[in-house]
Nanobody, 121 residues
Framework: QVQLVESGGGLVQPGGSLRLSCAAA????????MAWYRQAPGKERELVAS???????NYADSVKGRVTVSRDNAKNTAYLQMNSLKPEDTAVYSC???????????????WGQGTQVTVSS
């Protein structure tokens, strides 16, 4: 079984920074794309950022210039560095991974449980 565990959320003042981590554990052969999503109360889940195994990153327009996604393939871990945080960034942030359990298996999607980020003074 594969688990994704997020950490690093919390309460931060507007203009502050947070670094989220997403560690994948379990029987994993390789992880292809990893991504961060967020869902605010009463809103649909939205993609924040994604990163390929090779390091190509994409960002939602709402976070460009303030957020950096990265990963450590050796640790099966992705990171989301968020700067200049705004109250509208408040949401539950979840990570997602497209992975292979073995060399011959089909790609699977795994989700973390989410971590709360609250931006408020």
């Amino acid at each position: 079984q594969v688990q994704l565990v997020e950490s690093g959320g919390g309460l931060v003042q507007p203009g502050g920074s947070l670094r989220l981590s997403c560690a994948a554990a379990g029987s994993i052969f390789s992880i292809n794309a990893m991504a961060w999503y967020r869902q605010a109360p009463g809103k649909e889940r939205e993609l924040v950022a994604s990163i390929t195994r090779g390091g190509t990153a994409n960002y939602a327009d709402s976070v460009k210039g303030r957020v950096t996604v990265s990963r450590d393939n050796a640790k099966n871990t992705a990171y989301l560095q968020m700067n200049s945080l705004k109250p509208e960034d408040t949401a539950v942030y979840s990570c997602n991974a497209i992975l292979l359990r073995t060399r011959w298996s089909s790609p699977e999607t795994a989700w973390g449980q989410g971590t709360q980020v609250t931006v408020s003074s």
